[in-house]
T-cell receptor, first 112, second 112 residues
Framework: QKEVEQNSGPLSVPEGAIASLNCTYS??????FFWYRQYSGKSPELIMS????GDKEDGRFTAQLNKASQYVSLLIRDSQPSDSATYLC????????????FGRGTSLIVHP | SAVISQKPSRDICQRGTSLTIQCQVD?????MFWYRQQPGQSLTLIAT?????????ESGFVIDKFPISRPNLTFSTLTVSNMSPEDSSIYLC?????????FGPGTRLTVT
């Protein structure tokens, strides 16, 4: 059973701080990793994809992947109240499957 | 990216009836999927919609209850049949471009 684990939170950070969201996965040979943002009452929105070890930056978002330790994280710099949402980690298994395993999500609250 | 539309956006249905949800994608995605999401829960995959053939269902979901069609690369329907209150949920369509998955806005179904 392939698993993706996230702390459900809520993670509460002050406005302007760095929010750090973490995700661990069990399938050692997974190749593709994704972060989705889901606002309350809305559908998930893809915000980052990462496929190689290291960091990938997009605006205020940085995804970090460490395949040896089997974790992927999302850093949000200069957090804003509009970043308050649930963040879902998704991992694609090896073997060419298009069906990711989703974590249960971490709730982020950015307070003014 | 892919833009995905769904209709209806919400519906309230009587038990024992059926509802068909439509999903339209603006580009030729590799794969289309149907998910269910209960409030505060993560995503549960119902099935992979296969073009021109029977859908591939996940454990716990059957064709008689959730018939799915995908007549072409950009359109799919999910029917929730013989509904009961336990079917009340948000139903999400998604499409995969390469390995990135994009979600429609969802259909909020309430069964009374």
């Amino acid at each position: 059973q392939k698993e993706v684990e996230q702390n459900s939170g809520p993670l509460s950070v002050p406005e302007g701080a760095i929010a750090s969201l973490n995700c661990t996965y069990s399938d050692r040979v997974s190749q593709s990793f994704f972060w989705y943002r889901q606002y309350s009452g809305k559908s998930p929105e893809l915000i980052m994809s990462i496929y190689s070890n290291g960091d990938k930056e997009d605006g205020r978002f940085t995804a970090q992947l460490n395949k040896a330790s089997q974790y992927v994280s999302l850093l949000i710099r200069d957090s804003q109240p509009s970043d308050s949402a649930t963040y879902l980690c998704a991992v694609l298994p090896s073997g060419g499957s298009y069906i990711p395993t989703f974590g249960r999500g971490t709730s982020l609250i950015v307070h003014p | 990216s892919a833009v995905i539309s769904q209709k209806p956006s919400r519906d309230i249905c009587q038990r024992g009836t059926s509802l068909t949800i439509q999903c339209q994608v603006d580009s030729q995605v590799t794969m289309m999927f149907w998910y269910r999401q209960q409030p505060g829960q993560s995503l549960t995959l119902i099935a992979t919609a296969n073009q021109g053939s029977e859908a591939t269902y996940e454990s716990g979901f059957v064709i008689d209850k959730f018939p799915i069609s995908r007549p072409n690369l950009t359109f799919s329907t999910l029917t929730v049949s013989n509904m009961s209150p336990e079917d009340s949920s948000i139903y999400l369509c998604s499409g995969a471009l390469d390995y990135e998955q994009y979600f429609g806005p969802g259909t909020r179904l309430t069964v009374t």
